[in-house]
C-alpha cells in the first residue's frame, strides 16, 4: 500500500469514527449567541445561518448551551476576497475574550498567484500571546496550510476540525483532505466554542455540528 492510499484509508475511517459518533446540530439564533466585540447583522433560521459585522480587533460569537472540550466541530464558512480584512474560523478552548484557541482560514489567500500566499491560507494558533505572527516568525510553516481545493474566495467552503487532547486536525469534507494537523500549544481548560472572525472582518457562518 503506498503512502497516499495509507493517508486516504486513514483519514476516511477517522470521517466514518465520527459520523459514528452522537452529533447535535447547533441552531445559530440570537438567544444562543453572545457576542464579542462584533454584532449580529442577520439571521437566517431555516439555513441556519449567522452573520457578524466587521470591526477593528477580533471577535466572536460565543455559543451558549454547548458544552465541547474534545470531539468534532464541523460547519460551512463564508468570508470574502478583500486582502487581509477575511479572517474567519472557530475559536475553542476559550477561557475569556482574549485567551483561546482557534483555526481560522484567509479566503483571500485560497487561489493567490503567489505559493507563499497559499501557503498561509489556514492557521492555528493560542491567543493572546502564540499568535499568528509570533508562530510565523518562530516555527515557520508549522501552524499555517495550503487549502490544495483552492475554493472561490467569496463562496462556502465546508470544513471539520477534530481535536483530542494533544492536537488539532483540519479537514476539507468536500475532497476528503487532511489540510492541517498540528500539536496543541497548550491544555484543555475550557468547554467553550465560539464562532471567530479576526482583524476588520465579517463572517458568515452556517450548520455548525458538534461530535462527541
Not at 459514528?20 to 449567541?33: A, D, F, G, P, R
Request: overall charge positive; hydrophobic content about 40%.
Amino acid at each position: 500500500m503506498n503512502k497516499q492510499i495509507l493517508e486516504y484509508t486513514i483519514i476516511m475511517l477517522i470521517l466514518l469514527t465520527m459520523a459514528s459518533c452522537s452529533e447535535k446540530i447547533v441552531q445559530l439564533t440570537k438567544e444562543n449567541l453572545s457576542t464579542v466585540n462584533r454584532e449580529i447583522v442577520a439571521i437566517d433560521k431555516n439555513a441556519n445561518t449567522v452573520i457578524l459585522n466587521n470591526k477593528v480587533g477580533d471577535g466572536m460569537a460565543m455559543i451558549k448551551g454547548v458544552n465541547f472540550d474534545i470531539g468534532t466541530i464541523e460547519l460551512e464558512l463564508k468570508g470574502e476576497n478583500i486582502q487581509q480584512k477575511s479572517f474567519v474560523g472557530v475559536a475553542f478552548n476559550v477561557q475569556n475574550d482574549s485567551t483561546y484557541e482557534a483555526v481560522y482560514f484567509r479566503p483571500f489567500n485560497f487561489q493567490a498567484n503567489e505559493k507563499i500566499r497559499r501557503e498561509h491560507s489556514i492557521q492555528y494558533i493560542y491567543h493572546p500571546k502564540q499568535n499568528w505572527r509570533f508562530l510565523r516568525t518562530n516555527f515557520e510553516g508549522k501552524y499555517e496550510a495550503e487549502f490544495p481545493r483552492k475554493p472561490t474566495p467569496n463562496d462556502w467552503f465546508k470544513i471539520l476540525i477534530k481535536i483530542d487532547n494533544k492536537k488539532v486536525y483540519v479537514y476539507d469534507t468536500e475532497s476528503n483532505t487532511e489540510l492541517l494537523s498540528v500539536e496543541r500549544l497548550t491544555e484543555q481548560v475550557s468547554n467553550k466554542i465560539a464562532l471567530w472572525a479576526g482583524n476588520d472582518s465579517k463572517g458568515e457562518f452556517r450548520n455548525l455540528k458538534i461530535m462527541k
